[in-house]
């Protein structure tokens, strides 16, 4: 073969090379554009999401009831602030005390679903199951749903608990402030017996205003102008007290013991508050600024599991 010839040979064989390097690069590309996963290849991932469905649908089934569970926890949160307004004392702490088991029934709940999820065929680790873009995305919304449950048992218990406490002090306020007017009625009338045992009541009405206030503290109230109005009102009650039984004792002769009380029960009295109002009103706030906070926490929940458990029907 001559010099020309050759040349002709080998620019031949150089154009099936390149056309061969062509194919085979077309064929890396289209590879690459059907990975597994995608809807394209769906074949490559049938096995894997069939062995995932169940248990993705069951997941997806008890979202569904764990949002039904956070509706009636915000039920419960609306129900608490109503008594709370009408200081209905009884129906709150009934709301708060079914509000408190169901949030640790969700929190439980919510665990479980969470660890069913995370081990899923497919999705647990060491697993070489090829799941669909489509069965991932599942998965994952249905993750972040619960992610909206966090917290929601500490911030009714802290907060909604606090409420039920200021509602009972603002009560046992005005409660107290009646008795005790009643017991000095009593007194002027000349009904000591009767006046001692009213001043009783408003002594273990003060001493649970106590416990109460020692539970606003704990959980970060400032609670001193409470505890100085509970003082003045407790040194009044006794000063009272040793009046009446002064006179008692003395049946009815203005004795130096009773002179002394008696002037010891004008100082106290001048050292009243004019009147609980402020002091109910600040009460107020914190009940209602506390339940406010849990209910806002709820029906933020609420929403995103609503919104989640809509777009997995879909």
Do not use: C
């Not at 991932?45 to 509706?71: C, F, M, N």
């Amino acid at each position: 073969m001559n010099g020309q010839g050759r040349r002709v040979a080998l620019t031949v064989a150089w154009l099936v090379v390149a056309a061969l390097v062509s194919l085979g690069a077309a064929g890396i590309v289209g590879a690459m554009a059907h990975l597994p996963g995608t809807p394209s290849r769906a074949e490559l991932t049938y096995q894997g999401d069939k062995a995932i469905e169940p248990g993705l649908a069951e997941a997806e089934r008890s979202l569904g009831d764990l949002a039904g569970e956070v509706r009636q926890l915000s039920e419960l949160g609306r129900n608490a602030l109503t008594a709370l307004v009408s200081r209905d004392v009884d129906t709150l702490q009934a709301s708060v005390s079914e509000g408190g088991d169901l949030t640790h029934s969700i929190d439980t709940h919510a665990s479980e679903l969470r660890a069913k999820l995370e081990g899923l065929p497919g999705l647990a680790g060491g697993n070489e199951l090829v799941l669909s873009e489509e069965a991932r995305d599942r998965q994952a919304r249905a993750l972040r749903a619960l992610d909206a449950t966090n917290g929601l048992a500490l911030a009714w218990s802290r907060l909604a608990s606090g409420s039920v406490a200021a509602t009972r002090i603002t009560v046992l306020l005005e409660d107290h402030d009646t008795t005790t007017a009643a017991a000095a009625a009593l007194g002027q009338s000349g009904k000591y017996t009767e006046a001692l045992d009213r001043l009783t009541e408003s002594d273990d009405m003060i001493a649970e205003a106590r416990d109460l206030r020692d539970e606003l503290k704990s959980g970060g109230v400032d609670v001193s102008t409470l505890t100085a109005w509970l003082d003045l009102n407790s040194e009044y009650d006794a000063a009272l007290r040793r009046l009446y039984v002064a006179v008692v004792a003395s049946n009815g002769t203005v004795t130096p013991e009773v002179r002394a009380a008696f002037d010891a029960e004008a100082a106290a009295r001048k050292r009243l508050p004019g009147d609980t109002k402020g002091l109910v009103i600040i009460l107020a706030e914190i009940g209602r600024g506390g339940l406010n906070q849990a209910v806002i926490g709820i029906e933020e929940a609420r929403g995103k599991l609503d919104a989640t458990v809509g777009l997995l029907g879909q």
